[in-house]
């Protein structure tokens, strides 16, 4: 059986290479990994995360980034989160920034083992990230850590919890995330005919 290694590539050289790819890839810290596209859910969680955090940011030092702005992690790994915070000044033409204090998540079948462990532990070991917020995509509801000197604390928010991101003096009602999304559960049954 002929297997094939991959040649390590180094991060200068991943950076290299993904400027001149059609489409975006993440680096695992060996090679490009491919970003998939997303579901109507995921686009509509992404979308909502952007205007209540921008309407809520707006006048303050700290801003929201979507999914755009790559993100290099402590070990020099590159991320794409579906969401970042940034509360210090970024050159406009970056392309990687290196400090953001919230960062988020919106959990898919393909990428929750890699979002919940490995960028976890990541995110965990980048010392400017304060907060971590994964986002179900397929009910109201949130797995969020938050630094503790050096390990994280968690806690799991549902339905009518309050996201709290005291870190940019922020806080909103978690299911403002999931505005216009119909879940199965949701399905609105037909009336009984008396």
Not at 93 to 105: D, Q
């Amino acid at each position: 059986m002929n297997l094939a290694l991959r040649k390590p590539m180094t991060l200068a050289e991943f950076l290299a290479w993904e400027e001149r790819q059609p489409l975006r890839y993440e680096f695992d810290g060996i090679g490009p990994v491919a970003m998939t596209g997303g579901t109507l859910g995921h686009s509509a969680i992404q979308r909502n995360l952007a205007f209540s955090l921008t309407a809520r940011l707006r006048g303050k030092p700290c801003q929201f980034y979507g999914s755009d702005l790559k993100f290099q992690v402590s070990d020099g790994r590159i991320r794409y989160p579906d969401g970042t915070i940034l509360c210090s000044p970024v050159d406009r033409a970056a392309t990687v920034v290196h400090n953001p204090v919230v960062v988020f998540e919106v959990l898919s079948p393909s990428t929750t083992r890699t979002d919940r462990l490995v960028k976890a532990r990541e995110y965990q070991a980048t010392p400017s990230v304060q907060r971590y917020v994964m986002l179900e995509q397929d009910s109201v509801g949130a797995t969020v850590y938050a630094r503790a000197g050096d390990g994280w604390t968690h806690e799991i928010l549902v339905g009518d919890s309050t996201l709290a991101l005291p870190e940019v003096g922020v806080e909103l009602p978690l299911a403002e995330l999931y505005e216009g999304i119909a879940f199965d559960d949701d399905a609105v049954e037909p009336p009984s005919e008396a």
